[in-house]
């Protein structure tokens, strides 16, 4: 089974990846962008991906909402990841000689009040990985970077300080996305299914009478995101994550009533939530 996720070596989301299909027979096939991932699900190049859609600090990763836009792709797992960060140098760094501090500006942001203690400068790359990996390469003994334990392993380093994160409630959600199924999905009483609403035209209260729908029918939202439809300012798609399987009455209900009101409803997946 191939299996696309995204790189970097040493990534969160190679973390993920390996956490999360733990059967035989994977193969693990990276890709540059998260477009490149969905892509490849699309054109059955492999058989899933993983990608990351929503930081609890940082919010929705909308590159990835973007691309389920734009790809026929069903969306069949869900995983958290505890996002931890550590100060990570050669073998024998001392964390007094650290001066610099090199990792991905979200990471950095989130590790303020460390690198402010310690008194060092900060340097941007592209990725938490690559920044470890440049440590590595250029064997620098007065510079660390923010990145995972896993990160560490990946690139023979040594963590010298442990959660160096401002806030400890940081993770990242994961979507697991395959080809769309033939046949309906029979889910679980604790499955959850995303919705892609797309209004065909403005009207007052739009947004509301999307929401007052699935209140009226009890049904419970987990996650609402808006993104512009690109076809005129002021105009918005909505993702709305529900606590129901696609295949549930009150859920079908609710899709039929929106649909008569004049707005394009596509059902993205259903899933249940692993935590890694």
Known sequence: ????????KGTFSEEAAVRYFTEDGVEPIMYSTIFEVLEAVDEERVDKGIVPIENALEGTITMTTDGLIHHNVWIEGEAVLPVRLQLLGNPGA?????????????ALAQC??????IQAKT??????????EAIQKEARMDAGAVASE????????????????????????FVIITKPPKQPVVTE?????????????????????????????????????????????????????????SEDD????????????????????????KDL
């Open 1 to 8: 089974m191939k299996i696309a996720y995204l790189g970097p």
């Open 94 to 106: 001392k964390l007094k000689d650290v001066k610099e501090v090199w990792s991905i500006p979200p």
């Open 112 to 117: 303020r009040i460390f690198t402010r203690d």
């Open 123 to 132: 340097k941007h790359y592209s990725s938490t990985a690559a920044a470890a």
């Open 150 to 173: 896993w990160a560490a392993e990946t690139f023979g380093l040594e963590v010298i300080q442990r959660d160096i994160h401002d806030n400890d409630c940081n993770s990242t959600r």
């Open 189 to 245: 009483e604790k499955a959850k299914s995303m919705l892609l609403i797309t209004p065909t035209e403005d009207r007052p209260g739009l947004l509301a009478i999307i929401l007052n729908v699935f209140s009226s029918l009890g049904i419970n939202l987990t996650w609402i995101e808006s993104r512009p439809t690109k076809k005129k300012l002021g105009t918005y798609r909505f993702f709305i994550e529900t606590a129901a399987g």
């Open 250 to 273: 009150q859920l079908q209900r609710a899709k039929t009533i929106l649909e008569t009101y004049g707005y394009d409803v596509r059902t993205l997946g259903s899933y249940i939530k």
